[in-house]
């Protein structure tokens, strides 16, 4: 039983004792005070009637028409006249008449008032004695609606008792309930502060508690440093800043294979020309310098530029990539711009080339670093100081326009054309954690399934990504309903922004409640660091329910956020740029091991994902990850 539901019956067991002792003592007192009435009622009339016979001068019909006429008033059991000797004269009697009041209460407080005698006297001489006995009925009769009306007063007492006390009560829960649910959010990994309450003892409590939850903000803080230093250490060109070659190209492999990147996107390749002559000429530090001062001009697009990634390939080559088609050209033209008017002031005989390249992001990584080394090539073949030689392939026609664009995914999702692909995540036993489950469309009817690379980014412009998740969600619940195995679906950050997304999902999870328990939902890293709030949100809408929230493409970023441990979630994928290649680097993997560690601090599962390599397998493993998803998954289920 509940510490609160022990004060209601506490607080009950007082009230009604306390009614019922008032309403007991006060019937007690009442039915004592008409008895009294009832006795002095009974000893004035027999002396009143006793005068009136002794003035009739010994006459007996006067004297019986007086006890008669008094009797006759209805107010008496019996009237009785004894002569002299004692022996009865003349009698008046009537049957106890009956009380408006239940026979249980006459019997539990009965009224017994003796009967009022008087003497006769004719003169100086006695001739006898009456007796008056008068009905209790009356009595009874006033006494029951004296202890109703006391019953009522006493009710209304209790009941204004009662909300006082529930108020009181209330006031009292809230601290106790928001110390029990930070309980709770602790034992789930959730790190929240409450307000301390005015109540002593509870305000004790929550001080301790919050001190707790902020000794963890404390380690994780200490956490998040020490894992950048590692990131550091293990992606990062000392020099420069920017990822080396090795994590460049890991996390440029990644973004080509998501889902919700943009349909086209550039390359721009950067080489500080003679290398070792500016060496010789102008001295170690000051290349180093002027290598720095390249480095801090392309490191500026990542800062600014969601999705963009910049690198430093080796001693002398750059590459920055651009989320985004037909700006290429012109950030190669920026860039040049920008450093001939920084660079020649570190020295004379400083010369870049530019080469920049805009291809569809389905084509594999070659082709990219193929093309942009051929504009590289073309720029130094020109010569110059700085120059920017552009290759823009020509890119798939799009026969239609946006509009025609969203009026097919549109279509597609209003005639529930669409399906789920289904990968799956497994655990270092081999057994299925859950099912990743990316959506296609039929974007034409009788079509081919189109992935979601191809048409996501489309989608995102057209505001239509709340729609699509919705919709992958609907399927996911199906699907799980039917073989009862748990999926996860994608979810864009973007649907976030929709004010009724979070609604319509916590609608459709309403409708399917046990497949909820099996439904796992995952946003961007982005999320987390763009949209946090929103994304807290929405794991207290859909978490109570069963519905399972982790982050996928998740890196470096992470560290960043500042509350993760208030995030709300239950998973996180690392992404393939940071998981990949750990076999052979031992920074890369001291690196995934911190994030490991940090992460299960918070009661966290951690996943990576996008891993091939079975020996990346095999160290991921060692690193005491939950789980891994990728190519090297897809041929464990198959085989």
Request: charged letters at 20%; glycine letters at 8%; aromatic letters at 6%.
């Amino acid at each position: 039983m509940s510490l609160i539901r022990q004060v209601w019956f506490l607080l009950l067991a007082v009230v009604l004792a306390a009614l019922l002792g008032s309403a007991a003592v006060s019937t007690l007192s009442m039915r004592q005070l008409l008895q009294t009435q009832l006795q002095v009622k009974n000893s004035d009339n027999a002396g009143a009637l006793a005068l009136a016979m002794s003035q009739q001068g010994g006459d007996a019909q006067l004297m019986e028409l007086l006890v008669s006429a008094q009797f006759d008033t209805g107010f008496y059991q019996s009237l009785l006249w004894r002569g002299a000797d004692g022996k009865l004269v003349f009698e008046r009697r009537a049957p106890a008449r009956a009380s408006t009041a239940p026979a249980w209460f006459v019997a539990l407080v009965p009224i017994e008032a003796p009967p009022g005698t008087a003497k006769l006297s004719n003169g100086w001489q006695a001739i006898g004695s009456v007796e008056v006995l008068s009905q209790t009925a009356y009595a009874h009769d006033e006494l029951w609606t004296a202890t109703l009306r006391m019953a009522a007063l006493l009710l209304a007492l209790g009941l204004l008792a009662g909300g006082v006390a529930h108020l009181a009560l209330k006031r009292i829960r809230r601290p106790l309930d928001a110390a029990v649910a930070q309980a709770q959010d602790l034992v789930q990994g959730h790190y929240t502060t409450v307000d301390e309450p005015k109540v002593p003892e509870l305000a004790r409590l929550a001080q301790a508690m919050n001190s707790m939850v902020a000794r963890v903000r404390q380690m994780f803080e200490a956490q998040a440093e020490q894992l950048e230093v590692l990131r550091r250490q293990a992606h990062c060109d000392m020099l420069t800043g920017l990822s080396h070659r090795k994590h460049f190209l890991a996390e440029l492999e990644s973004a080509l294979t998501r889902d919700d990147g943009p349909a086209r996107g550039g390359l721009v390749l950067l080489r500080l020309r003679e290398l070792e002559q500016l060496n010789q000429s102008l001295g170690r530090s000051a290349v180093d310098q002027v290598l720095g001062a390249m480095g801090h001009a392309v490191k500026v697009y990542p800062e600014r530029v969601k999705g963009c990634l910049a690198g430093r390939l080796n001693g002398a080559d750059f590459a920055l990539w651009l989320p985004a088609p037909d700006v290429a050209r012109d950030t190669a033209q920026a860039l040049a711009d920008a450093l001939q008017a920084s660079l020649p002031g570190f020295g004379a005989g400083i010369q870049v080339a530019l080469g920049a390249v805009e291809l569809a992001r389905e084509r594999p990584l070659s082709d990219w670093f193929g093309s942009a080394d051929a504009a590289l090539a073309r720029a130094e073949a020109r010569g110059g100081g700085f120059v920017v030689e552009a290759l823009m392939p020509a890119g798939e026609s799009t026969i239609q326009g946006e509009r025609a664009w969203r009026a097919q995914i549109a279509e597609a999702l209003n005639t529930r054309r669409g399906r789920l692909q289904e990968y799956p995540l497994l655990d270092k036993q081999g057994q299925v954690l859950h099912l990743e489950c990316p959506l296609q469309l039929q974007l034409e009817a009788d079509g081919e399934f189109v992935r979601a690379a191809r048409w996501l980014p489309l989608a995102q412009r057209s505001r239509l990504t709340a729609d699509v998740d919705v919709h992958a969600t609907a399927l996911a619940l199906e699907a799980i309903a039917l073989d009862g195995r748990p999926r996860c679906v994608n979810v864009a950050p973007a649907s976030l922004l929709d004010g009724g997304f979070v609604a319509r999902l916590r609608e459709l999870v309403f409708q399917s409640p046990q497949a909820a328990r099996k439904l796992g939902l995952e946003l961007g890293e982005g999320a987390a660091v763009q949209h946090f709030e929103l994304l807290q949100e929405m794991g207290r809408q859909l978490r109570p329910l069963g519905v399972k929230l982790g982050l996928e493409h998740a890196g470096p970023a992470l560290s960043q956020v500042d509350r993760l441990y208030q995030a709300g979630l239950d998973y996180v994928k690392l992404d393939a740029a940071v998981v990949v290649g750990v076999s052979g680097d031992a920074a890369r993997a001291a690196f995934v091991r911190g994030m490991v560690i940090m992460l299960r601090s918070l009661a966290l599962k951690v996943y990576a994902e996008g891993v091939a390599d079975t020996m990346d397998v095999q160290a991921l493993w060692d690193c005491e990850l939950d789980g891994i998803t990728g190519p090297w998954a897809t041929t464990q289920t198959r085989n």
